[in-house]
């Protein structure tokens, strides 16, 4: 992680927090955030959509998310600027699969494939695997579990932390 630190030991997060698929194929980013948003209690929509409408502009719509290309920075700095304004620190950094798995036990975060170009949340693991809020179900063969075998098919990943 960019600054050396480990997450918080006191972040409490819902794993099975509800992720309802995306509407539009630019919005995983948006999607996995609001998730995350949710899933650590800053909002409690009634309207998941409406609340995924709020979350695209958080993140800044079109500078940093638009349909041409969707998240526009692949490291998702604008992903921890809208965490950041709600006062939770993050860290990013390029992570192998083993880093990614031990961290997921921890924490909660987001993270995006560079051959995936997918962003999803992390809601934990699941055996061997780590388990994820995907809101592109069957998107390139996965799922909500990504195994060792699908991150190196998948990869280099940027993943965001919650500390």
């Not at 309802?20 to 919005?27: D, E």
Request: a negative charge; hydrophobic letters at 40%.
């Amino acid at each position: 992680m960019d600054d050396g630190d480990i997450p918080d030991d006191d972040l409490d997060w819902d794993p099975n927090c509800n992720q309802i698929p995306q509407v539009y194929s630019w919005t995983c980013s948006s999607c996995s955030l609001e998730w995350v948003k949710r899933a650590i209690g800053l909002v409690a929509p009634q309207d998941i959509y409406a609340s995924r409408y709020d979350t695209v502009y958080e993140i800044g719509y079109p500078e940093n998310i638009n349909p041409a290309v969707g998240l526009t920075n692949a490291d998702g700095r604008a992903l921890r600027a809208v965490l950041d304004s709600y006062g939770v620190p993050t860290s990013q950094a390029w992570l192998d699969f083993d880093t990614v798995y031990a961290l997921a036990q921890e924490t909660t975060g987001m993270m995006s494939g560079g051959a995936w170009y997918h962003w999803v949340a992390l809601r934990g693991i699941s055996g061997d695997a780590l388990w994820l809020s995907n809101s592109a179900p069957g998107y390139k063969g996965i799922w909500d579990i990504l195994t060792r075998e699908d991150f190196a098919r998948l990869g280099p990943f940027s993943v965001v932390l919650l500390e």
